[in-house]
Nanobody, 122 residues
Framework: QVQLVESGGGLVQAGGSLRLSCAAS????????MGWFRQAPGKEREFVAA???????????DYTDSVNGRFTISRNNPKNTVNLQMKRLNPEEPADYYC????????????WGQGTQDPVSS
């Protein structure tokens, strides 16, 4: 049974930084892509970042345009964790973040975490 457990959420001031972590269990972590999504109230969940493990070639990362240059996704395969370092957060950004495990740069999501709330105060 696959489980994804997020941590690191909390209130942050506008312009501030926050680091989210996700611990995965239940299947071979390095065989799958890991990613983060976020969701605003009443809106669809949107892609934020993906980290695809390419074996000896290392990780391949992808970001949605609005976070490119501000967010960094990284993974630690021996620890089965994926992190999202977020900088220069603004209050207009969705507050609920979800860890995900899947394939093809997160175009296919097999499992979701329970989500973490990271509201940004103005």
């Amino acid at each position: 049974q696959v489980q994804l457990v997020e941590s690191g959420g909390g209130l942050v001031q506008a312009g501030g930084s926050l680091r989210l972590s996700c611990a995965a269990s239940g299947r071979t972590f390095s065989n799958y892509d890991m990613g983060w999504f976020r969701q605003a109230p009443g809106k669809e969940r949107e892609f934020v970042a993906a980290n695809d493990w390419r074996g000896w070639r290392g990780s391949s990362t992808d970001y949605t345009d609005s976070v490119n240059g501000r967010f960094t996704i990284s993974r630690n395969n021996p620890k089965n964790t994926v992190n999202l370092q977020m900088k220069r957060l603004n209050p207009e950004e969705p507050a609920d973040y979800y860890c995900a495990e899947g394939k093809t740069t997160m175009t296919i999501v097999d499992y979701w975490g329970q989500g973490t709330q990271d509201p940004v105060s103005s």
